[in-house]
């Protein structure tokens, strides 16, 4: 029984030698096979190599590749994909550091003599490595972002005719060219063209419609009598019309002015600043100096609205009214001064004639107030303006006689 045990070890032991030679024999004809052509196994991004010598299959990359996976470089955007050509960019295969690296995969450390009948077992598919210029990448990076970023908007309030339009705003959003060129790395790494997504910083705007939503009320208002060029005001009105000054923000029309590179004169900036002075510190502004010009210490925004009535400046500010039951409100008045009457004798006429030499027109006396109520009672009324419109008198010439004394 121990011969037979014995024996049958030897058998054992001379069948896995066996299988062992059999093995390092495959192992060597299959590595001299392998270093003059691919086996079926091996792919390059999913391109097969099955069968190919060394200079045939860097052949048919360098017409498959291109063609299968294309000739451009697709960038994502959130709302839309770009395709960049790749010689503008500097982007290639690289085919014998590729095929190179399909050479170490089929001789890469732990195999061992088997390595070769083992790599029969697995399908093998290689990223093709791909070259690229970083310095033409951010070139072109650049170039998108100066054309595609998009500027924060600030939600906005349209005054028009006593009635508040409320306009919401847009989130904004700038390319990072740093980070997206690390994404893009990544993804050329990977022997992947794309879509590559681009990093994009989100720029979120000073001013957003939930932020005034409660701003309707009138809460100042001031007006002035231009005396000098409308011309010489209209640039100023125009960038301080529609304003919002946010909570604890300051406010000067000097730094605006400059800011905005508004053309203007003295005489003008001293009357819109005079004029928004009086409406702000009525809001309730904290003034500052010269320089600073208000900071907003409501808890509320507000809103600047300039209008250029005739020859009069009117400056309103609205925001929340927070005492309960008052309302300010701007009251016109117009009252008319009927013409008089003048009749004169001509001595040429009859005692029956009549002539009109002049038909008389009414004059007006325009009134403009502050009005301020508490629960509906007015308990405030201030004149900001008066303006007298002349008429002339109705002039009759009648004969001798006609007048009696």
């Known amino acids: 029984m121990a011969e037979y045990k014995k024996f049958l070890a030897r058998i054992i032991l001379l ?45 048919l990359l360098a017409q498959q590749l291109p063609a299968n996976h294309g000739r451009q470089l697709l960038l994502q955007l959130p709302s839309r994909q770009l395709s960049i050509p790749l010689n503008q960019v500097g982007i290639a295969y690289d085919i014998p550091a590729t095929l190179a690296q399909i050479d170490d995969s089929l001789n890469q450390k732990g195999f061992g003599v088997f390595k070769h009948c083992i790599a029969r077992g697995n399908t093998i598919n290689i990223a093709p490595k791909i070259n690229w210029n970083r310095t033409l990448m951010e070139e072109k990076l650049a170039e998108l972002k100066k054309d595609l970023d998009q500027p924060a908007v600030n939600a906005r309030i349209l005054y028009s005719k006593d009635y508040l339009e409320y306009i919401g705003h847009k989130t904004g959003y700038a390319i990072d060219i740093y980070a997206s060129l690390k994404e893009i790395n990544h993804s050329l790494q990977k022997g992947s063209l794309g879509p590559v997504p681009l990093i994009i910083t989100e720029i979120h705007p000073r001013v957003k419609l939930e932020d005034i939503k409660e701003v309707k009320d009138m809460i100042g208002i001031s007006m002035s009598r231009i005396n000098l060029p409308i011309a010489d005001l209209e640039p100023l009105v125009h960038n301080l019309n529609g304003f919002i000054i946010m909570p604890a923000d300051s406010f000067s029309l000097t730094q605006v ?112 107030y502050r009005v301020v109520k508490i629960k509906g009672k007015e308990t405030e009324k201030t004149l900001l303006s008066e303006e007298f419109t002349p008429g002339w008198d109705t002039i009759i010439t009648v004969g001798p006689g006609t007048i009696k004394k």
């Open 257 to 368: 002015a400059s800011i905005k590179s508004i053309i203007f004169t003295d005489s003008s900036l001293t009357l819109v600043n005079d004029t928004l002075y009086r409406a702000l510190s009525q809001a309730g502004l904290k003034y500052v100096d010269q320089q600073a010009g208000f900071i907003n210490n409501l808890e509320h925004p507000v809103l600047i609205t300039a209008l250029i009535d005739g020859n009069n400046l009117i400056i309103k500010i609205f925001g929340c009214q927070t005492e309960e039951g008052k309302e300010i409100l701007f009251v016109t008045e117009k009252k008319e001064i009927p013409p008089q009457m003048q009749v004169k004798v001509d001595k040429k006429l009859t005692p029956q004639q009549r002539i009109v030499i002049q038909e008389g027109q009414s004059g007006y006396i325009n009134r403009s």
């Open 15 to 59: 069948m896995a030698a066996a299988v062992i030679l059999t093995l390092c024999l495959a192992s060597l004809a299959l590595a001299k096979r392998d270093a003059a052509i691919y086996p079926s196994n091996i792919f390059v991004g999913g391109v097969s190599l099955a069968g190919l010598g060394h200079d045939e299959a860097a052949d």
